[in-house]
C-alpha cells in the first residue's frame, strides 16, 4: 500500500473531452510532481509544487492544466488532449528538506491515459 | 543539467544468482542524491535503494546494494540471490541538492528466470 494515491487508475477519452486526474498523498509531504511515462522514454517531469505553489513548468502544453489546491492534492486537468499524449502519469511527493530522506520522492500508482 | 545513462536495456538472472546493473550520470554538482526504483508490470514505482553523492560508504538494503564511484560518475546495483518477485524495470535517477529535479534513466528490464 503507497502513501500516495492516483485516480483513476485507466482513462479513456476523446480529443474533445475535459477529464481531470486526481492525486492525492497521505505522508505529510508538502512538494508535489506530475511525471509523465511514455512507451520507450524516461520519465518526463511535468510540473513541481512546492507548499501549493507552482515552481516548475517543463514547457508543458497549455492543455495540460495542474492544479494544487493544498500541499496533499494535486490535479492534472485534461482538455482536448492529442493521441500522442497517450501514456502513463504518475504523481509523486516529497518533504522539502535538506536530507536525501526529505528529498526521496515516493510515487502512485499512476494513470494508464489513452486519447482516441 | 543532469544526464542518466543505463546502457542495458534488458538483462537476466538465474533465481538465487546474482546481478548487476550498469548506471553512469553527469551532473554538474558537488553535491546531489542518487537513487534506484524499480517498476513491476503493476507501474507501481517503487524506491530500492538511495545513496548521497558525499558519503563514501555504499549503500545496502537487505539484498541490493550499490557500487558508487564518484570520480567516475558511476552508480551500480547489485541484486544478490535474485528472486522471482525482482522481476521488473529498473531505473536509475539523480537529483541534484539545490533542486528537486528528478532526472531518471531510460531503464534497464530485469527478467529472473526460474
Known amino acids: 500500500e503507497t502513501g500516495v494515491t492516483q485516480t483513476p487508475r485507466h482513462l479513456v477519452m476523446g480529443m474533445t473531452n475535459k477529464k481531470s486526474l486526481k492525486c492525492e498523498q497521505h505522508l505529510g509531504h508538502n512538494a508535489m510532481y506530475w511525471y509523465k511515462q511514455s512507451a520507450k522514454k524516461p520519465l518526463e517531469l511535468m510540473f513541481v509544487?512546492?507548499?501549493?505553489?507552482?515552481?516548475e513548468n517543463n514547457s508543458v502544453p497549455s492543455r495540460f492544466s495542474p492544479e494544487c489546491p493544498n500541499s496533499s492534492h494535486l490535479f492534472l486537468h485534461l482538455h482536448t488532449l492529442q493521441p500522442e499524449d497517450s501514456a502513463l502519469y504518475l504523481c509523486?511527493?516529497?518533504?522539502?528538506?535538506?536530507?536525501?530522506?526529505?528529498?526521496?520522492?515516493?510515487f502512485g500508482p499512476g494513470t494508464r491515459l489513452l486519447v482516441l | 543539467a543532469q544526464t542518466v545513462t543505463q546502457s542495458q536495456p534488458e538483462m537476466s538472472v538465474q533465481e538465487a544468482e546474482t546481478v548487476t546493473l550498469s548506471c553512469t550520470y553527469d551532473?554538474?554538482?558537488?553535491?546531489?542524491?542518487l537513487f534506484w526504483y524499480k517498476q513491476p508490470p503493476s507501474r507501481q514505482m517503487i524506491l530500492v535503494i538511495r545513496?548521497?553523492?558525499?558519503?563514501?560508504q555504499n549503500a545496502t538494503e537487505n539484498r541490493f546494494s550499490v557500487n558508487f564511484q564518484k570520480a567516475a560518475k558511476s552508480f551500480s546495483l547489485k541484486i544478490s540471490d535474485s528472486q522471482l518477485g525482482d522481476a521488473a524495470m529498473y531505473f536509475c535517477?539523480?537529483?541534484?541538492?539545490?533542486?528537486?529535479?528528478?532526472?531518471f534513466g531510460e531503464g534497464t528490464q530485469l527478467t529472473v528466470n526460474p
Open positions: 545513496q548521497e553523492a558525499y558519503k563514501q
Open positions: 551532473t554538474s554538482e558537488s553535491d546531489y542524491y
Open positions: 509544487y512546492n507548499f501549493k505553489e507552482q515552481t
Open positions: 535517477a539523480c537529483q541534484e541538492t539545490s533542486g528537486s529535479r528528478l532526472t
Open positions: 509523486a511527493s516529497s518533504q522539502e528538506g535538506t536530507s536525501l530522506l526529505e528529498e526521496t520522492q515516493y
